[in-house]
C-alpha cells in the first residue's frame, strides 16, 4: 500500500461513516455508503490484507481509517489463526500492545476500544500457544504504573479481557471456550480482581494525583472491573444474561481472604456514599454480587453471619441518611441489593443480625416512601414487593424464639404497613395521571411492571391475609355502591354523554376498581392446594373477595346489556375483570366433575356430593365446597355461566376493542382447554347459544376485519367442545348442524358467476367462510372428526375453493385467507388424514388441492413481477410460500398413492408439481432467501420432491434441474439450520438414488446421467462445499450438513479423492501429514453401504474428523 491508496481508503472510511461525498468511483462519481462499505470488507477477504492494515495503522491519521483496519485485522485473526506461526501470532500482539502503548492516549475511544479487543482476541486464541499470551495481565501492569491516560487504558484492556474470556466466540465449540476459560480464572483473573481493588483504594486515599475527569473515568473503569470479575462465569452455569437477577456466585475459595474482608465491602460503599451515577450504581452493583456469594465460601457460619452483619450495618446507614436515592440509577440498583438479599440469606441468617428490627423498620419505610412516589419508581418496585414476599415465604421455617425478640410480630406490622401504603398509593395513582393531562404515564398501561408487581403481591397479602382482605373490602364496598350510583345516574346512555363532572367521577371510580380487581384476581389466583395451607379458612376470604369482583362483573354487564353496547365501562376494567377470571379459573374451576357426579344445572353442591360414591369427601372437596358456600353466588356451576355469560357479552358488545376480544377468546380457551372446566361449559345454557349462534348477527366481532384472526380462534374453541367426548350430545348439536350458518354462506357464494364471485360484496363473507373453517379444521385431531368435516365439504363445496383462488388470486387478504385454511386442512396431524382403505377420498382431496394451487399458479404466473418491490412480500411472495406449504402438506402426507395418477392418465399430480416447480423457480434465488417463511416452503418443496417425485424432477430440462441444484448449492450455506437440513436431506435423496441405482438402465438414471454429462463436476461441487461447512462452518450447522456426506462419497469417489487433494495442497508440509492421518480414520472401516448402521458410525468419524482438523488447518 502507497500514499495515493491509503487516501483512497481514508476517503471510503469517511464515506461510510460521515455520508462525505470524497471518495470517488473509477468513472468520476460520488461512491454511496453502501458501495464504500463493499470495498472497505475486501480488506477482511484474506489474511494478505494484514500488511495493508498495520500500514493504515501506522501511517493514517483518519480515526476512521485506523477504525477499519483494527476491525479487520480482528476479523482476519479470528478467521485465519490457523494460517500464523506461534512467533507470528506474538508479533502482531506485541505490536498491538506497543501501538496502544505510544499511540493509546491520543486515539479516539472507538479506536482505543477496537485495538483492545484485537488484542484481547488474540490472547484468547493463543491463550494455550505459548507462556507469553498469558501474561498479558503482567504487561498490563506497566499501564496501570505510568501516566493517568495509560492507567486508563490498562483498566479497558483489563476490562475487556475478562468480557473477552467469559463469553463464547462464534466458530469455536464450547468445549473449547471454557477450556479457556478455566484456565484464566485460575491464572489471572484473581490477579485482575486485586488490580481493580488496588486502583479503588489508590483512588479513595488520593494516592493517584489526577484531574477530576479522569479521577472519574479511573473510578468507573475500575468499578466495572470488580463488577465482572464477580460476575465471571466461574463453573460454566451463568443464567440468561437478559435477566437482571443475579444468581449465586461461585467465586473460588482462593478469593476468601478478600471478599470475606470487611474492608472490601467498606470500600464499595464509600465508593457509592461519595460519588455520583455511574460510578456509585456500579460500585452498588458490586455490593449486590458480594452478598450474592456462595455460602460455603465462608470458613463458618459465623464469618458468614460477621459478614452479613456488615452488609444489613451498610444498608442501615443508607436508609437511614437517605445517601445517594434521589438518583435513578442509584435508587434501582439498591431495591435490587434489598430483594437480593434475602434470596441468598435465609430468614433465620437475617433475624440473628444484629439490628434486624431497625433493618426491618428502615426497609418498611422505604418501601412505603416508594410505593408512594410510584411515579419515579415503577420499573424498582417489584423488587421490594420480593424482598417482601421472599421475607413472609420464609416465616413457617422459622421458630419464633430464634434471634431478635418478637421479630415475626414486627414483620406482620411492616408487611401490613406496606400492603395499606400499596392499596393507597395505587388507587391514589389514578385521580393524579387523570388530572395531570397525559403528563404522567398510567401505571395500568406499563403491562411488563403490573404483571411484575402482582406476580409478588399473593404471597405478601395471603401472609396476614384476614387484616388485609378487610382492608381491600372497605376500599371495595364504597367504590361499589359509588359506582352503582354513578351508573344510575347516567342510565343507558355512554360514559361520554354524561355531564363532565359525572364523567371524571366515573372514569375515577373505574380506574380504583381496576386496581381492586387486579389486586383480588392475583390473591385469589394465589390460593395454594398444597396440603399445609389447606383448611385453615382461607378459601371463605377468597369468597368474600370473589364476592366483590364477581358482583362488580355483573354490574359492569348489566350495564353492557342493558344500555344495548351503549354504556361500556373503561376497556382497562374489563380487561382487569378478565385478569380475575382468569386466576379464579385457575384455582376453583378444576374440580367439577369430582364433584357434581352427573348431577345437572340445578343440583346443589351438597346433593351432587351425596349422588357421589359412598366414600367420604376428600379436604380439596370439603375446601372447593365451603369455597361456593361462602361465595353466596351460587354453586360452580352458576358462577361459570356467570363469566361465561360475560365472555358472551363481550364478544357481542366490544367488537372494535381488539385487546379485550383477545383476551376473552384466551380466557374462553383456557376453560375449553382444561378437563374439568370444558364439561362443566357443555352443561350451560350460555354456551348451547354460542354454539348455535356464531355468526356476525350475533356477535359482531366477527364482522370486524381487524378480528379475522380471532374469528378463526372462536370458531375452534367451539368445534373443541363440540367435538369433545359426549360434545354433541351436552350441546344438542351435530357437527353438520354447528357448520350449517357456514355451508349456507359458501352455498350461497357458489350460486355466483365469476363476475359476481369477483364482486366486492363477496369479500368479506369469503374470508369470513375460510378464517371460520380453519378454525373449525384446527381443531379435528382424529379420524373420526376429520371425516366428519370432510363429508360435508365433500363434492358439493369443494370447486368452491379453485373458483376464488382464480377469481381473487391478486387480493391478498381473500386469497392468504383461502391458503391459510387449505394448509390447515391438508395437514395430516395426529394421521388424521387417514381413510378407509377402498376410500377414494384420499385422491379427491389431493385433487381439490391441487386445483387450488394451479388455479392461483397459473394466475400469478400470468402476471407480470412488479417493478414497485415495495412490500412484495405481502402482494406476491406470501401468497406463493403459502400455495407451495399447501402443496407440501399434501404431498407429505401420506395418505394419497400418487402411482394411481399416472395409471389413470389422472394430470391433477403432474399439473400441481408442473405449477408449483415454475412458481418456486419465478422467484430470485437472493428473495428466497432474504424471507425466512418463504425460504422454508421452497425448500420443503424440493426436498419432497427429490424424495418422492424423483421421476418427475429428473425428466426436466438440464438447465432447469440445475437451477433446481444451484439453489439447493446457495440454500445449504444459509445459516438457518432447518433451511441447510432440508438441503442436504435434498442432497443425500439424489446421491443415495445416483449410487443405489447406477448400474440399472432406467429412465431416471439416464435423465441424471445426461444432467451429469452437461454438469459434470455437480457432485464434486458439493462435496467440496459439504466439507468446507463441516471443517470452516458455523457449528450449529455441521450436524444439518453430515447426512449426505456417506452417499455424496459413495456415489462419487473420485469427487472425494479430488477434495482431498486440493485440501491437502493449500497446507504446509507438517499440516499434509496430519490432515492425511485424519482422513485415513474417517474412511477406515466404512463399508460400501448405506445402512443405518453404517451411517451412524461415520457420522461419529466425521466428528472427530472435524474436531481434529479444525486444531490445525489454515485456510
Known sequence: MDASQLAQVEALCETLYTGSTTAKSDSGGPISRQDAQVRLLSLQSSADYIPQ???????????????????????????????????????????????????????????????????CRITKLGWFDDPTHRELTDDVTKFLQATIDHCILGLKILNQLVDELNIPTTGRT??????????????????????????????????????????????????????????????????????????????????????????????????????????????????????????????????????????????????????????????????????????????????????????????????????????????SIHY??????????????????????????????????????????????????????????????DDGSLKEQLDRLPNICRFQYAPVATMIIAKFDPLLTQYQELMRHVGSGSTESAPPDVAQRLAIVEGQLTWLTYMVGTIVGGHSWSGAQMGDGEEAIDASLSRRALQLAQGVDYRLTSSNGAGRSDPKLELAILFYFQNFRRVYMFMWDQVSGSGTVGTSVVSMMASKLDSTPSTKQKVYQRMFEHLGMGDHTAVANLIVTKIGNNLKYWPEEQEIVAKTLELLLDMAGGYSSSKLLLTLETVRFLARHHTEDHFPFLSNPQNSRHRTTFHAILARLLLSPSGEEKLGLTLEQFVDPILNTMGHLESFSPTDLRNEAARRPLIGVFRDLRGIAASLHNRRTYGMLFDVMQPQHMPLFSRVADAWWDQPDVI????????????????????????PNGILLFRATSDVVCAFGRRILASPVPTDTTDIYKRRYKGIGLALNVLNSALGGNYVCFGVFALYNDPALDNALDVSLKLALNIPLDDVIAYPKLSKSFYGLIELLFRNHKATVLSMETGVFMQLMTAVHEGLQTSDATISSL????????????????????????????????????????????????????????????????????????????????????????????LNDAFSKLVHDVNRSLDSANRDRFTQRLTAFRVASRAFLTL
Not at 82 to 91: A, H, L, M, S, Y
Not at 416 to 425: C, D, N, P, T
Not at 998 to 1004: M, Q, T
Not at 1049 to 1060: G, I, N, P, Q, V
Open 816 to 839: 392468504i385467507s383461502l391458503l391459510r385454511f387449505m394448509q390447515e386442512f391438508c395437514h395430516n396431524k395426529a394421521n388424521r388424514v387417514n381413510f378407509d382403505q377402498s376410500s
Open 53 to 119: 492494515c498495520q500500514y493504515i495503522l501506522d501511517h493514517s491519521t483518519s480515526h476512521y481509517a485506523r477504525l477499519v483496519a483494527s476491525n479487520s485485522l480482528t476479523e482476519l485473526i479470528t478467521t485465519h489463526w490457523n494460517n500464523f506461526t506461534v512467533p507470528q501470532r506474538i508479533d502482531i500482539r506485541n505490536y498491538v500492545l506497543g501501538y496502544l502503548a505510544n499511540q493509546g492516549p491520543g486515539l479516539q475511544d472507538f479506536v482505543v476500544i477496537s485495538l483492545i479487543k484485537l488484542v
Open 384 to 445: 421490594l414487593l420480593a424482598l417482601w414476599g421472599r421475607l413472609v415465604s420464609a416465616v413457617p421455617y422459622v421458630r419464633p424464639e430464634t434471634g431478635a425478640q418478637g421479630h415475626v410480630q414486627a414483620l406482620e406490622k411492616q408487611v401490613l404497613g406496606v400492603v395499606e401504603a400499596y392499596i393507597e398509593s395505587m388507587l391514589g395513582s389514578v385521580e393524579t395521571v387523570l388530572r395531570s393531562d397525559g403528563a404522567l404515564d398510567d401505571p395500568l398501561d
Open 174 to 379: 464450547l468445549t473449547q471456550h471454557r477450556k479457556t476459560s478455566v484456565s484464566f480464572r485460575d491464572v489471572c483473573l484473581f490477579k485482575v480482581f486485586q488490580l481493580g481493588l488496588t486502583t479503588l483504594k489508590q483512588l479513595q486515599s488520593r494516592a493517584i494525583s489526577a484531574e477530576p475527569k479522569q479521577e472519574a473515568i479511573l473510578g468507573e473503569q475500575a468499578l466495572s472491573l470488580t463488577v465482572r470479575c464477580l460476575n465471571f462465569d466461574f463453573i460454566g452455569t451463568n443464567p440468561d444474561e437478559s435477566t437482571e437477577d443475579v444468581g449465586t456466585i461461585q467465586a473460588p475459595t482462593a478469593w476468601r481472604t478478600f471478599l470475606q474482608d470487611g474492608g472490601t465491602l467498606e470500600l464499595l460503599f464509600d465508593f457509592y456514599a461519595n460519588t455520583e451515577p455511574p460510578r456509585s450504581s456500579k460500585a452498588m452493583e458490586a455490593i449486590i454480587l458480594l452478598c450474592s456469594i456462595r455460602r460455603s465460601l465462608f470458613p463458618s457460619d459465623k464469618d458468614r453471619a460477621i459478614f452479613l452483619g456488615r452488609v444489613m450495618s451498610g444498608i442501615r446507614e443508607l436508609l437511614s441518611k437517605q445517601t445517594g436515592l434521589q438518583h435513578q440509577d442509584n435508587y434501582h440498583q439498591f431495591c435490587r441489593l434489598l430483594g437480593r438479599l434475602k434470596a441468598n440469606y435465609q430468614l433465620s441468617e437475617l433475624v440473628k443480625a444484629e439490628g434486624y428490627l431497625e433493618w426491618l423498620d428502615l426497609a418498611a419505610s422505604f418501601t412505603i416512601q416508594s410505593i408512594q412516589n410510584w411515579q419515579y419508581s415503577t420499573n
Open 983 to 1074: 438441503c442436504a436431506n435434498t442432497i443425500d435423496h439424489l446421491a443415495t438414488f445416483f449410487f443405489e441405482n447406477a448400474s440399472r438402465d432406467k429412465p431416471e438414471m439416464r435423465n441424471l446421467n445426461k444432467h451429469l454429462a452437461a454438469q459434470p463436476n455437480l457432485f464434486s461441487s458439493l462435496t467440496a462445499t459439504l466439507f468446507n461447512l463441516l471443517l470452516f462452518g458455523a457449528p450449529q450447522n455441521f450436524w444439518a450438513v453430515m447426512r449426505p456426506m456417506l452417499s455424496l462419497m459413495l456415489a462419487s469417489e473420485s469427487s472425494f479423492t479430488a477434495y482431498k487433494d486440493h485440501l491437502m495442497s493449500t497446507q504446509s508440509p507438517e499440516n499434509q501429514a496430519l
